[in-house]
């Protein structure tokens, strides 16, 4: 005889009832989300939002590669079943990059392979096979990014799109391609919660460089999302005593050939002998969004309800 309270065979077993809204987890998409297990990642940031970041990112598994089309044609299917809350795609940006520019006097870097307005927006016409290759991939990843986008916004759901922000119109920008520009509403067709487009600068969230950053989404999410950079003019110093002023460091030092040039210091941090080059230019080392913007991205988008 079975023990008392418990089920014979024949008794049906009562499905568990849903748990309320307030306690069940909530996924946040983050595509192309970078390396998990930050202290101040997004996986923070959702888990006191009582929320789980589900962080897409071949730097994690080598199998998360949306140009993989049964690994995306199966995320796309997830997405479709209402898997997700929210998302955030951040798209990648290097064939876009407006760092892909030979300024004036220099002799070393990667050169454009976009310019500001189709047909060159998709590939300008002298690439060369490996060039033509690496474009093709940036746009199908930049066109994968639009479809998951366009579910979202379809369904009524939270989510972002992050590039750079475009700073001129001869630059290219992967919010002119019309696989994302499609996503902007028409300001004529009066949407309750249209999409556009914000810019906020990422010194303002602990950056140490500027890096103003476009945002596309629900303008319920970005109202008032944006942040643009007060900092003071200083002087910084480059390794042969050469001073310039800015707000911040820049990356990028104008009229300088060779190898990368290593960004400037503050004059009381200058010293003798201090390196003339580095191995990879120093916008490399700027493609992590800073902690405290993870967390208003993160807020934005699950409403800033917070539980700890």
Known sequence: MPGAGALSPSTPQQPSPPLPSHLSKRKVLCLFGGPSGRSDGVEKSCEKRNAEAIIIDWVNDPRHDLLNDAFYYDLLGRVKADEFYAALIATPC????????VLPGESYGPRALRGPQKPDLYGKRDLTKKERE?????????????EIAAHFKSTGKPWLLENPWQFKESAPSVFNLDEIASLFDDPADHVPDPIILERTDQCMDGADCCKPTGLAGPKSCLLDFGRRCDHPMQWWVYHDYHWVQAP???????????????????PEDWYQDMPSHCDECPTQAKKAYPGPLNDRLMGALLGDVQTQ
Not at 134 to 146: D, H, I
Not at 248 to 266: D, E, F, I, S, Y
């Open 94 to 101: 290097e064939t876009f990059s407006a760092a892909r520019e």
């Open 134 to 146: 690496v474009c093709r991939k940036g746009t199908l990843l930049a066109v994968r990014s639009a």
């Open 248 to 266: 911040h460091a820049p990356l990028r030092r104008k009229n300088w050939t060779g190898a990368p040039c290593p960004r400037q210091v503050l």
